[in-house]
């Protein structure tokens, strides 16, 4: 089962899951989300509730799209570790703790896939 997961915020995560395997990702702003919308009609939704949720599930709603909507509270932390463990560090990076480190580059598609988890793992909580 394929679903596309969303991480709102001032940048929008997007991560299309195929069980718990990463299938494709990007990190875009609200007018690019335009863009993926047939992705968006062709999925189950699962969207976070944290900062700009509200936007994102008013979007959503706007194109007759329904969702799910997942707690995201811890979802950075889990994203950070999702990002290192497709990424590992090189060179002397390597020999700093990854509790440590942040990614050098904006891991909010890697912040949608933690949602995208999570809800796979409970099976959502409430359909918006």
């Known amino acids: 089962m394929r679903i596309l ?17 990463i299938v494709h990702r990007a990190v875009l702003s609200l007018e690019e989300l335009e863009g993926i919308r047939p992705l968006v009609e062709a999925h189950p939704v699962v969207l976070g509730n944290g900062t700009g949720s509200k936007r994102l599930a008013a979007k959503l709603k706007a194109w007759g799209i329904s969702y799910q909507v997942v707690d995201e509270q811890g979802t950075s932390l889990e994203a950070r570790r999702l990002y290192f463990r ?13 509790s440590l480190q942040v990614p050098p580059v904006p891991y909010d598609d890697y912040a949608a896939a933690a ?13 918006g």
């Open 5 to 21: 997961a969303l991480d709102p915020g001032e940048k929008i995560g997007m991560a299309l899951l195929e069980g718990e395997q």
């Open 115 to 127: 949602i995208g988890l999570r809800w796979l793992r409970h099976k959502g909580t409430k359909t």
């Open 86 to 98: 497709h990424h590992p560090p090189r060179g002397l990076r390597r020999l700093i703790p990854l």
